[in-house]
């Protein structure tokens, strides 16, 4: 079936530094691609998201890119901060046909910011 | 997010017994997700529901039941719990005709034992 996976379980870097976080995808039909962020004992909050006819797309302190042709999704975070510290997790969604927008979630990459 | 409440926030419950877990919204979103997360795993859609007369089965329905009782309130049930239903549980609301990308507030969980 179609699967949204991440290449790397965790990322450890340095407060300052830019973090990059990464997702595979398999459903080239999907419409949008979602970063969201999920801090221990909380529910997931929406990040970012890009439309598939995007390859770039710039938030507050993050970056999501698109490439199509490897079917690759990644997170940016500039200036990495403690407060960073999350388990990031992609989803994709297909909008298509009588579908509702269901979303697809990858693993989770968790991210520690050091100080 | 406070907008969107779910009780309890833990529980812990016997083999055989029927639990329910309440959620309650004030985002005034149609559009409301059951999810369990599993260690180590994305989130898992359970159950949906457009709006008060539309219920939709997920990925992996099978032992749950939901009720969705008035625009703002989503509840699931486990007829009779079993050991591997203990997982984190998430409510998530959106608006209507979300094509567009992230939308999704989630609740912060319940966590769910099963003994």
């Known amino acids: 079936g179609e699967s949204v996976g991440l290449h790397l379980p965790t990322l450890s870097v340095q407060e300052g530094d830019n973090s990059i976080i990464n997702c595979a995808y398999s459903?080239?039909?999907?419409?949008?691609f979602i970063w969201y962020k999920q801090e221990s004992g909380k529910g997931p909050q929406f990040i970012i998201d890009?439309?598939?006819?995007?390859d770039k797309r710039q938030g507050q302190r993050v970056t999501v890119l698109l490439n199509k042709t490897v079917k690759h999704l990644s997170l940016q975070i500039a200036a990495t901060q403690p407060g960073d510290s999350a388990v990031y997790f992609c989803?994709?969604?297909?909008?298509?046909?009588?579908?509702?927008?269901?979303?697809?979630f990858g693993q989770g990459t968790i991210l520690t910011v050091h100080p | 997010d406070a907008d969107v409440t779910q009780t309890p926030r833990n529980r812990i419950t016997k083999t055989g017994k029927r639990i329910m877990l309440e959620c309650s919204q004030t985002?005034?979103?149609?559009?409301m997700y059951w999810y369990r997360q599993d260690p180590g795993l994305g989130l898992r859609l359970i159950y949906y529901?457009?709006?008060?007369?539309?219920?939709n089965k997920g990925e992996i329905s099978d032992g749950y039941s939901v009720s969705r009782q008035a625009q703002a309130k989503f509840s699931l049930s486990l007829e009779s719990a079993i050991p591997n239903q203990t997982a984190l549980y998430f409510c998530?609301?959106?608006?209507?005709?979300?094509?567009?990308?992230?939308?999704?507030?989630f609740g912060p969980g319940t966590r769910l034992t099963v003994t």
């Open positions: 890009i439309r598939s006819n995007m």
């Open positions: 998530a609301t959106s608006k209507p005709g979300a094509t567009g990308g992230g939308g999704q507030y």
């Open positions: 985002k005034g979103h149609d559009r």
């Open positions: 529901s457009f709006d008060v007369k539309d219920i």
């Open positions: 989803a994709e969604k297909f909008a298509g046909g009588t579908s509702y927008g269901k979303l697809t």
């Open positions: 459903n080239s039909a999907s419409d949008y």
